[in-house]
Nanobody, 124 residues
Framework: QLQLVESGGGLVQPGKSLRLSCTASGISLDDYAIGWFRQAPGKEREGVSCSAARGGNTEYADSVKGRFAVSRDKAKKVVYLQMNNLKPEDTAVYYC?????????????????WGQGTEVTVSS
């Protein structure tokens, strides 16, 4: 059982940046595709990005393309979601999810493991 933990959320002003982290109790995530999702109050969950396993593709939703970037720190066993130029409409609870051996991902891919989420609020 893979237990994912997100961190890094908070309150930030429009135009600023945040970096979210996704870890799995020190377990390497190299063999897992990692998806980032968000859910705003009263809205359906939205796929934000995905990073496929073992160097596969990376994809972004149109709403965040050019502003968000996924990266992996293999040594620290962390997957990051760097969020720049944040907008009020980015306000949501952000979740990371993992699926083993998924080498080609899409923002709508399905995942077996999910974290509890971290809240991001973009407001002046």
């Amino acid at each position: 059982q893979l237990q994912l933990v997100e961190s890094g959320g908070g309150l930030v002003q429009p135009g600023k940046s945040l970096r979210l982290s996704c870890t799995a109790s020190g377990i390497s995530l190299d063999d897992y595709a990692i998806g980032w999702f968000r859910q705003a109050p009263g809205k359906e969950r939205e796929g934000v990005s995905c990073s496929a396993a073992r160097g596969g593709n990376t994809e972004y939703a149109d709403s965040v393309k050019g502003r968000f970037a996924v990266s992996r720190d293999k040594a620290k066993k962390v997957v990051y979601l760097q969020m720049n130029n944040l907008k009020p409409e980015d306000t949501a609870v952000y979740y990371c999810a993992a699926e083993r051996n998924l080498r080609l991902c899409q923002t709508w891919s399905t995942y077996e493991y999910w974290g509890q989420g971290t809240e991001v609020t973009v407001s002046s």
